[in-house]
């Protein structure tokens, strides 16, 4: 039982290249979380999703896409990298949601150079 | 949206004494009020998890109070060891979304 397992777990881009962070989770939840961490700034919100097909914005969605094709999966995508991107980057994922246990991924560390 | 302040964001305490860290939240439709533990270069873990019906809840040395009624909510640390030095996070969940506050940095010192 792997939990969540996030790919990458670092990466290095220029600015204005794209890629895309993998969160798979093996525990059949249905929620799926991108969360930005900052020094100083906590956990913010880029996006999530309450169930396969479904995603929707968070507290700081913009530059950044996402998609949930299987309930398993949760992409993360940046078109076009800025340099304000750079930071550590963790899935979550909860069965019920609102009111239960949120698990995290080890977390991929972004720098956009 | 639910905006969750966080104080103090950094905290020293000798070994065994006590830390409190209190959180307040501004949504009133919040009703789960977790604490997660992140220690360098990990990911944040639960630690322990309070609900709006409940006043307190403890877990060993740890415990969370809940004041509804004034939206704030503390994370107790008693007999703190090495241990327990990381980063502490409160969050507040409305809506499926947990938000979190900022962070505390507890040290221990020995």
């Known amino acids: 039982n792997a939990g969540v397992t996030q790919t990458p777990k670092f990466r290095v881009l220029k600015t204005g290249q794209s890629m895309t962070l993998l969160c798979a989770q093996d525990?059949?939840?249905?929620?799926m979380y991108w969360y930005r961490q900052d020094p100083g700034m906590g956990l913010r919100l880029i996006h999530y999703?309450?169930?396969?097909?479904?995603?929707a914005k968070g507290e700081v969605p913009d530059g950044y896409n996402v998609s949930r094709l299987k309930k398993q999966n949760f992409l993360l995508g940046l078109e076009s990298a800025a340099p304000s991107q750079t930071s550590v980057y963790f899935c979550?994922?909860?069965?019920?949601?609102?009111?239960?246990?949120?698990?995290f991924g080890q977390g991929t560390r972004l720098t956009v150079v | 949206g639910e905006n969750v302040e966080q104080h103090p964001s950094t905290l020293s305490v000798q070994e065994g004494d006590s830390a409190v860290i209190k959180c307040t939240y501004s949504?009133?439709?919040?009703?789960?009020f977790p604490w997660y533990k992140q220690e360098l270069g990990k990911r944040p873990q639960l630690i322990i998890d309070?609900?709006?019906?409940?006043g307190e809840k403890k877990d060993q040395r740890i415990a969370v109070t809940l004041n509804k009624t004034a939206k704030h909510f503390s994370l107790h640390i008693t007999e703190t060891q090495p241990e327990d030095s990381a980063v502490y996070f409160c969050?507040?969940?409305?809506?499926?979304?947990?938000?979190f506050g900022a962070g505390t940095t507890v040290t221990v010192r020995a």
């Open positions: 979550a994922s909860s069965y019920l949601g609102e009111g239960t246990e949120a698990f």
């Open positions: 525990m059949n939840h249905e929620y």
């Open positions: 999703s309450v169930g396969e097909g479904t995603t």
């Open positions: 949504d009133s439709a919040s009703n789960y």
């Open positions: 309070i609900r709006s019906n409940v």
């Open positions: 969050a507040a969940s409305n809506d499926y979304k947990l938000s």
